[in-house]
């Protein structure tokens, strides 16, 4: 591959417990009970207004859209870099992955939420750009920000890969074209269905396997 895109949340880093943690300061100031872990992941991957939303539903919280996502965001602004950890083996495979192809972030966090936590890890040199969700190329599974990627890169569907956890990620790396490799480490691997994979994806259990099967 010559072009190599990477998911954030779930795939270079682990976030869950910063975004468990914040939604659930926003449901305290609303007099609503927690959620665990368990139920964050499941909510987590087409941007932070779908994941408020879906943590309100579920406790039935009724909040302003814009109120709520902007309370949201305060919180978890000043939690980023509490728990969030780059996944085991992540910054030995960017390194070597780095050698041979150009490697892009693609996430549906804010992009400067994105930066803050790759510089915060050490990760950002590694990235020649760093797409957010809060750009003029739109979320996941919505291909442009991914086909914009490429054109920087001056690279076809057929040289990129994208790597991601969930079902987002395999959506969005059809519609432009490309590879997908899934990350069944992630938090957001459960949220596709067996039935709905084709065949013709790369699986990665540990992001160390990542050189040995995207050099294939």
Request: one cysteine or more; charged letters at 30%.
């Amino acid at each position: 591959m010559r072009l190599i895109v990477f998911d954030l949340d779930g795939t270079l880093v682990d976030s869950l417990g910063d975004l468990t943690d914040s939604a659930n300061e926003l449901l305290a100031r609303h007099g609503a009970r927690p959620l665990d872990d368990a139920e964050v992941a499941g909510m987590i991957g087409e941007g932070v207004g779908r994941l408020v939303r879906r943590v309100l539903a579920v406790r039935r919280v009724e909040l302003e859209p814009r109120q709520a996502v902007d309370e949201f965001l305060a919180i978890y602004d000043g939690r980023l870099l509490d728990r969030t950890r780059p996944y085991d083996g992540i910054p030995e495979a960017l390194a070597a992955l780095g050698h041979g192809a150009p490697l892009a972030v693609l996430t549906n966090k804010p992009a400067a939420a994105a930066e803050r936590i790759l510089d915060g890890l050490r990760l950002r040199a590694c990235f020649q750009w760093v797409m957010g969700g809060d750009g003029p190329n739109g979320r996941k599974p919505e291909p442009h920000g991914l086909l914009a990627i490429m054109r920087a890169a001056g690279r076809g569907a057929e040289e990129t890969v994208l790597v991601g956890d969930s079902a987002v990620d395999v959506d969005t790396a059809r519609a432009a074209g490309t590879r997908v490799c899934i990350a069944r480490y992630g938090f957001g691997f459960h949220t596709r269905p067996p039935e709905t994979l084709r065949g013709d994806e790369l699986f990665v259990d540990r992001p160390d396997e990542l050189p040995a099967v995207l050099g294939r």
